[in-house]
């Protein structure tokens, strides 16, 4: 059994630690062993939920209590990214399924990120430095205790000290989510003609799409106008995975005088990236704007590690790269290969256009020099007010890959599209836009996978350089999508165009968002929540959001969906029987009898949802975005928010298609093993171990706020995935065992600002501890699944006096 193996054979345990069970069950207080005149003194207090409050004198003190908690927690998790992105991971773990480990560890090293880490680690902010590098010592603190031993990974050669600069490279990966971290297997595949064959696994594709229903978010920001306190409101609302890397963990960071945030982090990342103070609150969707740019280079005759720019011959650069590889009698073995970048970047082997020789593909990322991801949010954590915050965007501009939307407690609501996008001239543009009037054009097929391919022949697609900008040849905050409001601003993750649909924002670079074109169905259904206004809409009579109204609005479940079609298609049902699919004929009425019951929602009873889903996958996903098979309204810019629109008539004579797509929805669903009558609780859910915890909840195709769904793609760590049996349905992520879910809603929050400061609920669905053995795995994800919101404890009295408190004071070098 190779460690990797064994790993995934035992429970992935993460906070089996005594320290971490006496202060989330409130035993009293503990001691960490001290030294005197220790360099870091801080206290962590965990409160219900296991959330620790961490208080300290100074920065470094803080991150040192910080990085210690979250070791408590994750350790495991994060040491394992260190050495994916330090490319060590075939040395530790052996080759991998099909060389996988190999691969990575190639591309990780073509990267050079530990290096360019090193590089620019001297060039921090004094305040960033502090902080890391206090996170670092907490974090290796609590690997050298004996409690450390409880880890699952304890005793593997790869668990060892951290360095500051490990951390600084592993931020930098995070900030290639949408770029680097995206082609890594097509960085692992490039190598010229006649070199050794590349290693390119299955479980590696060439690009790796990011689904922005399963890895993205909804967020609001409410001014004065629409809130019942007539201050801001915040709901944040990411979609991220349930398990790997990209879980958050939640804590709260206090430096008397100097910082006072609270909030949710990727793992790994000290400070907060979603969250509040008593001034600001924020919060982030994925930005589908563009984060490179990819380049054809056409290749010397002869030389295809040498391309033509300009009209003159330039070499690529040729980086030798050795990795060892664990053997199976536990021997290491080299295995070299040699990687080459253009003056762009790294070459790619990219689908359907490898590298022959007579051209080759490489790429510029906008984020591989973002140096400036902890002291962006770090200024953002300290803003004392609206324009503070705005303008840690301006002079950071650390922002790699989402939207911001923000409020405070004056009641301003601000949005901005801030994160890193190429800046290129019109001409370009205008160049790139004739090639992809041409359908079958490489720029036209890779579009298809959000990669815009420019001519690298020529400086004329070159990033222009423009005053402002956080590197050279990026768009600069200046021109940014932007907007300050007093009723609301929100995202979804469709572009900046509707932050508010009162105010569309328009004339930006396409790179930075499509404007003028269908919105999704969750956008839709998140600003009809947010535009109606009146008695029976989401925030009733007054149009003024409570708390609680806030709250039930985005765990409604509505379908948008639903709203618009439902009706429409149980009239057309009444004069239906049956339907054709894969060749049987099915009775439809029981079908059309549950759609007519059915109340459009997404809840956990919900009969007739289910059903619903797959009616609309029976059409297809593209149906709901422009009139055709299923909608007879077209898109019209005009109305963004209210088309594509109306069910398509009925055909006058012949077989009503709605028939054959009811009945192709009733036999896949009863592969399953479910009927048409099955509560969508029963059909979706979570797994804790064998207990089955039912989930509310959507995919995009039922255009509901609230996501729900399953996808391993963007799980690298080694915490195994939830199991689910053969898939039934890609769209719908139907399996054999149902909707099985791993990802969806993760950190939601509703915030309010009072006279008093700040006060919020939360979950954190899949909770602060990936141990099935706590019950800090299953606690909150049962509440979640009843709708039972928990209280945020922020205030000091409430810190104080919260039942579970349980101290630990943390001293050290």
């Known amino acids: 059994m190779t460690p990797l193996e064994s790993l995934h054979s035992r429970r992935f345990l993460g906070t089996t630690l005594l320290a971490l069970a006496l202060s989330a069950t409130g035993c009293g207080e503990t001691d960490d062993p001290s030294t005197n005149g220790a360099r870091y003194e801080a206290t962590v207090r965990r409160t219900a939920f296991g959330v620790p409050h961490i208080t300290a004198d100074d920065l470094g003190s803080a991150g040192y209590g910080q990085g210690y908690a979250f070791a408590q927690d994750n350790a495991c998790t994060l040491l394992d990214q260190i050495i994916k992105v330090r490319g060590e991971r075939a040395r530790y773990l052996g080759a991998g ?46 690997l050298s205790l004996p409690l450390a031993q409880r880890l699952p990974c304890a005793g593997e050669e790869w668990v060892k000290p951290i360095t500051e600069v490990d951390l600084a490279a592993y931020h930098r990966s995070l900030g290639l989510l949408l770029s680097g971290d995206r082609l890594i297997g097509a960085i692992a595949a490039a190598q010229p003609p006649g070199a050794p064959p590349s290693i390119q696994p299955k479980s590696l594709p060439l690009v790796r799409e990011v689904n922005t229903t399963t890895m993205g978010s909804n967020g609001w920001a409410l001014g004065a106008n629409r809130t019942n306190l007539g201050r801001g409101m915040l709901v944040s609302n990411p979609h991220f995975p349930w398990e790997g890397e990209f879980r958050l963990w939640e804590s709260h960071l206090t430096v008397p005088g100097k910082l006072n945030v609270y909030g949710v982090g990727i793992l790994g990342v000290p400070g907060v990236l979603i969250g509040f103070n008593e001034n600001v609150a924020w919060t982030h969707t994925v930005s589908a704007s563009s984060r490179f740019t990819a380049y054809m280079l056409p290749l010397v005759p002869g030389k295809p590690t040498s391309y033509v720019y300009d009209g003159q011959v330039r070499d690529m650069t040729a980086l030798p790269i050795t990795v060892q590889v664990l053997q199976a009698d536990g021997t290491l073995a080299d295995m070299s290969r040699t990687y080459y970048s253009s003056h762009y970047g790294p070459i790619l082997a990219l689908p359907g256009i490898g590298w022959n020789t007579q051209f080759t593909i490489t790429y510029r990322d906008a984020n591989i020099d973002n140096e400036s991801l902890i002291a962006q949010f770090l200024g953002m954590s300290r803003a004392n007010s609206m324009e503070e915050f705005q303008q840690v965007f301006a002079n950071v501009g650390g922002i790699p890959w989402v939207h911001t939307m923000a409020t405070d407690k004056q009641g301003n609501a601000w949005y901005a599209d801030a994160a890193a996008t190429p800046n290129l001239s019109q001409e370009t543009l205008q160049a790139w ?57 929100f995202n979804a993750n469709d572009s900046h165009w509707l932050a508010n649909p009162e105010e569309p924002l328009t004339g930006y670079s396409p790179l930075q968002g499509q404007e003028g074109t269908p919105r999704s169905l969750r956008t839709r259904m998140n600003a009809k929540i947010l535009t109606e206004t009146g008695a029976g809409t989401a925030s009733g009579a007054d149009g003024r959001f409570t708390l609680n109204e806030l709250q039930d609005a985005i765990l409604t479940n509505r379908s948008s969906t639903a709203e618009m079609l439902l009706a429409d298609v149980v009239t ?14 099915v009775d439809v009425k029981p079908a059309c009898n549950v759609l007519a019951a059915w109340n459009g929602r997404y809840d956990t009873d919900s009969v007739g949802a289910i059903l619903w889903r797959q009616l609309l996958s029976a059409y297809g996903s593209g149906a709901l975005y422009n009139a055709g098979t299923l909608l007879a309204t077209p898109f019209s810019p005009a109305q963004p928010l209210t088309t594509p629109s109306t069910l398509k008539p009925a055909p006058e004579s012949g077989t009503d298609p709605l028939a054959d797509k009811l009945a192709a929805a009733v ?43 399953y996808d391993t793609s963007i799980n690298s760590s080694l915490e195994p995935s939830t199991p689910r049996g053969a898939s039934l349905d890609n769209e719908t992520r139907l399996s054999v065992d149902g909707y099985v879910v791993n990802t969806g809603t993760s950190f939601l929050m509703a915030l309010e600002y009072t006279e008093n400061g700040p006060r919020a609920r939360a979950f954190l669905t899949y909770g602060q501890s990936a141990d099935p053995a706590s019950n800090l795995y299953r606690n909150q994800l049962q509440r979640f699944s009843q709708k039972q919101w928990r209280p945020i404890v922020f205030a000091e009295k409430e810190i104080a006096n919260d039942p579970a408190l349980g101290t630990t004071r943390l001293s050290g070098e």
């Open 97 to 142: 399924p099909n060389g996988v480990n190999v691969a990575t560890d190639f591309a990780y090293r073509a990267l050079e990120l530990t290096r360019r880490a090193q590089e620019s680690w001297p060039r921090e902010k004094e305040d960033v430095r502090e902080l890391i590098s206090g996170y670092v010592a907490g974090f290796n603190h609590f």
């Open 433 to 489: 836009g004739q090639a992809l009037a041409n359908p079958d054009s490489p720029q036209a097929q890779l579009l298809r996978s959000s990669i815009v391919l420019l001519d690298g022949s020529t400086s004329r697609d070159e990033w222009v350089v423009e005053t402002g900008s956080r590197s050279p040849g990026l768009i600069p905050f200046t021109r940014a999508p932007k907007l300050l409001r007093r009723d609301f601003v």
């Open 572 to 585: 057309r049902c009444a004069s239906l029987t049956t339907g054709t699919a894969s060749g049987q004929t």
């Open 667 to 709: 036999l896949k669903l009863k592969v399953a093993g479910l009927e048409v009558s099955t509560p969508l609780g029963q059909a979706q859910y979570a797994l804790r171990g064998t207990e089955r915890i039912p989930m509310h909840g959507g995919i995009d195709v039922d255009g509901v706020t609230n996501i729900c769904t």
